[in-house]
């Protein structure tokens, strides 16, 4: 079965850290671009960050560029997103996504995982 799986939510304070991690099982994720979008209670889903199959390409959103860091370790078939400096508007669910370009749309990607909640609260 071919899933992605996303792992490191949690509960973490204002101006606190998470390492989130994407993984796959039954595929790798190497020969895909990996997005990382999140959905709030009563909000739409939005784009966090897209990384390149190659590693070489990033972009963020621009509420979160200069806290969070995306990579990837093609060796461990993972990807990660460092997110520092949490904020309590940064509490979501946050999904990765495989697919062929780094898009903004949903139908952009061919995979997607359920999902880990991050909450940043005192």
Request: aromatic residues 10%; hydrophobic residues 30%.
């Amino acid at each position: 079965q071919l899933q992605v799986v996303e792992s490191g939510g949690g509960l973490v304070q204002p101006g606190g850290s998470l390492r989130l991690s994407c993984a796959a099982s039954g595929f790798t994720l190497n020969a895909y671009h990996i997005a990382w979008f999140r959905q709030a209670p009563g909000k739409e889903r939005e784009g966090v960050s897209c990384i390149s199959s190659s590693g070489g390409s990033t972009n963020y959103a621009d509420s979160v560029k200069g806290r969070f860091t995306i990579s990837r370790d093609r060796a461990k078939n993972t990807v990660y997103l460092q997110m520092n400096n949490l904020r309590p508007e940064d509490t979501a669910v946050y999904h990765c996504a495989a697919g062929y370009v780094c898009g903004a749309g949903d139908y952009d990607y061919g995979y997607w995982g359920q999902g880990t909640q991050v909450t940043v609260s005192s």
